[in-house]
């Protein structure tokens, strides 16, 4: 949509091109980035009973861009005994593959990189790359700590990518559509018609459905936690085992790569849950721009609203890292095989008994 | 002995290979500069040998060249985080072994400073095992009560660390005119404060899953291998030198003796011994509380002798420092300076019992075992 707009506008495919791609980098990814990194300091600072970050600018608001900064100026190291190729091309393919996600996800029913058929499938499917990104990072570091996180990180991301498949998949067929973009716009006009409180079913369906889409959720919030590897699930880095598991050789402007990536992703799962259960970019109240008749406001509001819940659900995730203690390797899988799979099977089959009624 | 099975990889065709792996003596979870070589199967510890000597000073040797007061700074510098409990062994010892008679007052202000340096101990070892597990908020909450403590031993005496408070027939200074009512707005204040540790970290459930039925320290192992202290009693032995060979005022008071129970896993599994120390702060407080109430008016000073010159012998007196038991085995040959000064350390002795107990575990349990018996770097090289 965006695409068409600018190709009618600046008359070359290309230039167009170019612009949608770098847009969400340069308008999202990176404030976002800077942004939560504070968020995250201040969050855990004020959970703590301190202050954070205080000296740089108003309440320390300088301080990521401070911290950039530094990392930009230190030296590109590069330790003697990697592998320079794989050690290099780490870093790239994971901020490629979090970075690659943001082309699909809907913004607002304007703003979206790419309007695909299979949104939800191209999302999952490239950031399946980070993985080998951090195999990559672990092998090539040269370094025991490193690889022993890189081999739990992909035990890891590969076992709970099964039950986010899984509850993906019971909301597809509920709505029959892979599109991201069609997806949320199911789920309106108002928030009872979000996916987790049933979606656009009516009636016994619906009621059925409730209970359900709430443990679908939960589920999925879950396991997407377990594959941006956060707290309790932050084994691969985990900090008093690991030191810093895969990025641990890692310094300067790669490892702020690995950071970005990580913060990105975070991002990124938490706009798959918001689009899956919460209405995507759709307001739970209808929109002010139909209210006063300016159509040009709704996309402003849909594109506020997408990153209110975005943030909403970045917020959890740091409520939860700075509350629960961290999981044991065998506990960890344990917990994804035998809980999180059955379970979602259980819902998958049940959700597809109660659409046949 | 193991948890896990070690049995698969050793049956499969595959050819596997044991990797070693050196821990520290730089690594974040090590309590300062312990390097341990793990032997490992995949995450499987087969053998753990520590390597200790990092933060050899000298103790021993350096207290044969010192007066016999000035000692005491050094013992301060053993186990930093108890360092008034270390002077009050060695007045303990040299007053035992120059037959001083130390006023009441004195006595009192000992056990008031040895338990709340007991509380700050257990509040650094329980605040550093979360961060270990991976919870990093009870760590500065810990830190934040354990400030107030630090506090109170800084009006008192000036230092908020090394004390050299307790000297041989005395202490250094009177209590502050502030004193007894900043410490009981403290011990009123922290009695929710652990109510909230016990919520946020003890009965957490994933916090249980870690520690409960890990690194199981059976009673008779621990007699055996000479474990004391918190420890011991975590494996369910009621053994506590204030009560068991009395030493100070500690009769006068009325306070239970925790042991572990396996309330959540095995009797002396990491659950234990974490919880054990919740409950020895509980009880440190009723200490507190009973001392504040009763403490006798005096001077403190009176007893401290002009010249510290004992007659010829031989001296061995053990307390109850929060880690265990701590010894001082003193001998004077009738000079100005000791002739020998030889510490028993109770981190020195648990650590022995470490690799025993890491064996079957994984790489995640070293970390988490090795915080459950609180060890002290300072103290097991000295």
Same mark, same amino acid.
């Given at each position: ?29 990176? !404030? ?13 600072? *004020? ?11 108003? *309440? ?5 861009? #401070? ?28 901020? /490629? ?7 699909? /996800? ?11 058929? &299979? ?14 990104? +951090? ?14 996180? #890189? ?5 890891? @991301? /590969? ?7 899984? @509850?993906?998949?019971? +909301?597809?067929? /509920? ?34 459905? +409730? !209970? ?7 589920? @999925? ?42 913060? #990105? ?18 307001? !739970? ?13 709704? !996309? ?19 409520? &939860? ?37 | ?142 830190? $934040?009560?354990?400030? $107030? ?123 234990? $011994? ?107 090289? $000295?």
């Amino acid at each position: 949509m965006m695409y068409d707009w600018l190709n009618n506008l600046t008359g070359s495919p290309i230039l167009a091109m170019f612009i949608v791609s770098l847009l969400p980098l340069f308008v999202f990814i990176l !404030p976002f980035a800077l942004f939560a990194v504070l968020m995250e300091r201040k969050v855990s600072a *004020h959970m703590q009973d301190r202050l954070g970050p205080m000296r740089t600018g108003y *309440h320390g608001i300088l301080q990521t861009i #401070a911290d950039i900064i530094k990392l930009l100026q230190k030296e590109d190291l590069v330790p003697t005994a990697t592998d320079k190729t794989l050690f290099n091309f780490a870093p790239l393919l994971v901020f /490629i593959g979090s970075y690659a996600a943001f082309a699909a /996800i809907p913004f607002s029913g304007f703003f979206i990189g790419s309007k695909i058929d &299979l949104g939800i499938i191209f999302i999952v499917g490239v950031t399946g790359l980070v993985v080998a990104g +951090i195999l990559m990072a672990g092998w090539a570091s040269n370094n025991k700590y490193s690889l022993l996180g #890189a081999m739990r990180s992909a035990a890891q @991301i /590969i076992s709970y990518e099964i039950p986010t498949l899984l @509850i993906i998949l019971t +909301i597809i067929m /509920i709505t029959g559509t892979l599109s991201l973009y069609d997806l949320s716009e199911m789920q309106t006009p108002y928030f009872w018609n979000w996916m987790i409180l049933g979606g656009p079913a009516v009636g016994l369906q619906k009621i059925l459905l +409730i !209970p359900l889409m709430i443990m679908g959720c939960l589920i @999925i919030y879950t396991s997407t936690l377990a594959e941006v590897n956060r707290t309790p699930f932050d084994i691969p880095e985990a900090e008093s085992e690991l030191v810093s598991g895969y990025h641990t050789e890692y310094s300067g402007m790669k490892f702020a790569m690995f950071f970005l990536a990580e913060y #990105a992703n975070m991002f990124a799962v938490s706009a798959i849950v918001a689009v899956l259960f919460f209405g995507g970019y759709q307001s !739970p109240f209808g929109y002010l721009g139909n209210l006063l008749g300016l159509k040009w406001l709704i !996309p402003i509001e849909q594109f506020s609203w997408f990153t209110a819940k975005g943030l909403f659900f970045v917020f959890v995730q740091m409520w &939860l890292r700075w509350t629960l203690p961290r999981f044991r390797v065998d506990q960890l899988m344990a917990f994804c095989w035998k809980y999180l799979i059955p379970f979602s099977f259980v819902i998958l089959l049940l959700v597809g008994l109660i659409t046949l009624i | 002995m193991s948890q896990y099975s070690i049995q698969n990889t050793k049956d499969s065709k595959l050819k596997t290979e044991e990797m070693v792996l050196n821990m520290g003596p730089q690594h974040p979870s090590t309590h300062g500069v312990l390097r341990l070589e793990l032997k490992l199967d995949g995450e499987i510890i087969l053998d753990v040998v520590p390597h200790i000597g990092y933060l050899h000073r000298c103790f021993e040797k350096h207290a044969e060249a010192m007066t016999y007061p000035q000692v005491i700074p050094y013992t301060d510098r053993m186990d930093y985080l108890a360092s008034m409990y270390n002077e009050f062994g060695y007045a303990l010892a040299m007053e035992r072994l120059m037959k001083i008679e130390v006023p009441e007052r004195v006595e009192y202000i000992r056990v008031i400073m040895g338990e709340f340096q007991r509380i700050a101990s257990h509040l650094v070892a329980l605040g550093t095992y979360g961060a270990d597990i991976g919870a990093f908020t009870p760590f500065l909450f810990c830190f $934040r009560d354990r400030e $107030r403590i630090l506090h109170l031993f800084e009006i008192t005496c000036g230092a908020r660390l090394l004390y050299n408070y307790i000297w041989i027939g005395g202490v250094s200074h009177d209590l502050h005119p502030d004193f007894i009512r900043l410490a009981k707005e403290f011990i009123k204040d922290f009695r929710p404060n652990l109510k909230e540790l016990n919520e946020l970290l003890s009965y957490n459930r994933i916090f249980i899953e870690r520690t409960a039925n890990v690194g199981v320290l059976p009673v008779d192992t621990a007699i055996n291998y000479g474990v004391s202290g918190p420890n011991l009693r975590a494996s369910g032995m009621k053994w506590d030198l204030r009560r068991d060979d009395p030493y100070s005022v500690y009769h006068k008071f009325d306070y239970e003796i925790p042991i572990g129970s396996g309330e959540k896993g095995k009797t002396g599994d990491c659950w234990d $011994r974490y919880f054990i120390r919740v409950r020895e702060m509980e009880e440190s407080l009723k200490i507190i509380e009973q001392a504040l109430d009763t403490i006798p008016e005096g001077d403190v000073t009176s007893a401290i002798p002009k010249r510290v010159k004992p007659p010829e012998g031989q001296i061995y007196t053990r307390v109850e420092n929060p880690r265990g038991e701590l010894g001082y085995f003193i001998i004077s040959d009738g000079s100005l300076n000791p002739a020998r000064v030889k510490v028993r350390a109770p981190s020195f002795v648990t650590m022995q019992v470490f690799p025993e107990l890491c064996k079957g575990f994984m790489v995640a349990d070293v970390v988490a075992i090795l915080g459950s018996i609180d060890i002290v770097l300072g103290e097991i090289d $000295r």
